[in-house]
């Protein structure tokens, strides 16, 4: 895709990522459709800002809004998935309630976006899709199961929807940040379940002590992010995969030297599963 001139649809710039990247298109000259749940924004407004309000768990809304936003200039370039939230919790105290509201808003609510967008930019025979995930999503910790799975469904879709899409000349990229110094930690961006069985104290109850104490203090630059984020969009060969931050590094590489170990040790028992001739 060239430099030029861009159109982009974030969902949710109210803060984070989507605000740090709306800001960063605005201010290279692109024009962004911001949305936002009551599609207010402390953005200044200008003829390159339209801030729609969306509601992700609305399947109905999505499919609208995403169409109008196609409509108002006529084409969509860059369609970035940042809507979402975190839920802190063991697995087996999440409530029917809180995991089927996450992974409403956290997968429904980006696949009812890439369902909404795609015949659009199939017919332009262009655009990119960037998905915003998590390194939870590769790499979980304790506390965090539902959200990791939720993010980890995101993964999968993106991977075989990349291969779907690459030959109709549309782009997919998974953004996998660690901890960047975003709300994402405070109460409007992520939520708690049950902490009442103290089994779970050393790890679940470990997860909360530390990102308590992270909170506010998160090495990770969403302004760096962003930037790095428009790199992704500005690149002839893009990334289907982008890691941020030197903490998602580790965590990716220690999960990967840690598959590739295991698969090795139990080869003989992977490659022995065959009908014997």
């Known amino acids: 895709m060239n430099s030029g001139h ?3 649809l974030i969902t949710g710039i109210s803060r984070g990522f989507g605000k740090a990247l709306a800001v960063a298109a605005l201010e290279r000259g692109d024009t962004v459709i911001g949305t936002t749940r009551d599609g207010r ?4 407004r200008s003829a390159r800002l339209n801030v729609l309000p969306l509601e992700m768990t609305d399947a109905a809304a999505v499919g609208r809004v995403v169409n109008a936003a196609q409509g108002l200039h006529g084409r969509l370039d860059v369609v970035v998935n940042n809507a979402g939230y975190g839920l802190l919790g063991s697995v087996e105290e999440g409530t029917e ?6 992974f409403d808003v956290n997968f429904h609510g980006p696949r009812r976006v890439i369902q909404a967008a795609l015949p659009h930019l199939r017919r332009q025979g262009s655009g990119h899709i960037i998905n915003i995930t998590s390194i939870a999503g ?7 199961g539902y959200y990791a799975a939720a993010k980890s469904a995101v993964e999968a879709l993106t991977q075989s ?8 000349g549309i782009r997919v990229t998974l953004i996998e940040p660690g901890a960047f110094r975003t709300d994402f930690l405070s109460t409007h961006s992520i939520r708690s379940s ?3 069985l103290e089994e779970y104290a050393a790890t679940v109850g470990a997860t909360r002590e530390r990102l308590g104490v992270m909170a506010g203090q998160q090495q990770g630059d969403p302004a760096l992010a962003a930037k790095a984020i428009i790199g992704v969009v500005d690149s002839s060969a893009p990334p289907l995969h982008l890691i941020l931050g030197p903490d998602a590094y580790g965590r990716a590489r220690e999960v990967l030297d840690t598959f590739s170990a295991e698969l090795e040790r139990w ?8 009908f014997r001739a």
Do not use: C, F
Request: proline share 5%.
């Open 6 to 8: 861009r159109i982009w």
């Open 194 to 196: 049950a902490a009442g």
């Open 41 to 44: 924004t402390d953005l200044e």
């Open 161 to 168: 929807l990349a291969k779907e899409v690459g030959p109709l």
């Open 138 to 144: 590769i790499a979980p910790s304790a506390g965090a």
């Open 97 to 102: 309630e809180e995991v089927s509201h996450l």
């Open 267 to 274: 080869k003989a028992v992977t490659l022995g599963t065959d």
